[in-house]
């Protein structure tokens, strides 16, 4: 098995490098934005207890957003591995992701952190949101709010993973292609690692 955290602000580009790399490592692919926007887009009881906080940019309690998680993971007992994309966003989220890993006798094996700066991500998003029709891409504050939500309360996620010596950046500026290069040399290395401890 092999469990990666794809990490970076939001429009880092992780879903869409999420979408290739679940294609060649036969992976699940598990966003929680997706996830939730679902779950809206279908006025479910999540749905509904996730919509307020998404439009303004907030994180969804953490205790909303694990579960929601935890039935995702235990759907797919079949599955190969996971690539885990805007998820954990807090350090309370990445605790109990290590403890799901633990109760599933497995593991995270690396955290993928894209590097965007600022101004690249903002015209990224407000591109996505032409299109997107999501309200969060739409609404500079709202985007500038999710970059410092994201400051704040997700990057301790990379130090959390960095004391276990699993987190790694990756330059997340060029062509997807060019990316997905950087991402996969990333995976073999640390698929070699695990090989080598099994
Ligand atoms: O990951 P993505 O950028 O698609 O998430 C969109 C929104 O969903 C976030 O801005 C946040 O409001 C919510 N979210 C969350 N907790 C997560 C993932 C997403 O609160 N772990
Ligand atoms: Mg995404």
Redesign the pocket.
Known sequence: MINLILFGP?GSG??TQ?AHLVEKYNLVHI?T??LFRYEMSHDTPLGQKAKDYIAKGELVPDEVTIGMLRNKVEAHPEAAGFIF??FPRTIPQAQALDRLMEEEKTTIHALLALQVDDEEIIQRIKLRGATSGRSDDSNEKIIQYRIDVYKSETTPVFDYYAEQHKSHRINGVGTVEEIFERLCRMIDTAGEKIKTVA
């Open positions: 939001p992780k879903g999420a966003s934005g997706d994309d805007g």
